[in-house]
């Protein structure tokens, strides 16, 4: 019988850990939920203010969020579907990323609701 090699057991980890359990999922969510800017009920001046507590409530959650281009989030209003991933391990290099989270994503729907200037409304929930 042929010995696993490290490559065959680093991609059965990915596989395994390409799924959220349920309670990951509650602990996303509730994450997201303490953030009153990303449910519609506080405005936000920009959306990168908006993906910077996106961005905080998936690292609280142990998870972190894939890069955004800035040239997806144009307009008053869209919707996008943002892919994330596991935070790397702890002592992990700078280029060490996690594995992506696979089936699921944060839905991040955004409008201007201001005539001059800019006072966006978000609403990112996982999907």
């Keep these: 019988m042929a010995k696993p090699t490290?490559?065959?057991a680093l991609l059965t980890e990915a596989a395994q850990n390409s799924k959220l359990t349920a309670s990951e999922r509650r602990k996303i969510t509730g994450s997201l939920g303490r953030y009153k800017e990303l449910d519609g009920n506080i405005k936000v001046p920009s959306l990168g203010e908006a993906i910077n507590k996106l961005a905080a409530a998936l690292d609280e959650a142990g998870f972190t969020l894939e890069m955004v281009s800035g040239d997806i989030l144009l307009g008053d209003r869209g919707n996008r579907r943002l892919p994330f991933m596991r935070k790397?391990?702890?002592?992990?290099?700078?280029?060490?990323?996690?594995?992506?989270?696979?089936?699921c994503f944060i839905n991040f729907t955004w409008e201007n609701i201001s005539r001059e200037g800019r006072s966006y409304e978000v609403i990112a929930y996982l999907t």
């Excluded at 790397?88 to 089936?103: H, I, L, M, W």
């Design 6 to 8: 490290i490559m065959a």
């Design 88 to 103: 790397p391990p702890t002592g992990s290099d700078a280029f060490t990323e996690g594995p992506r989270v696979e089936g």
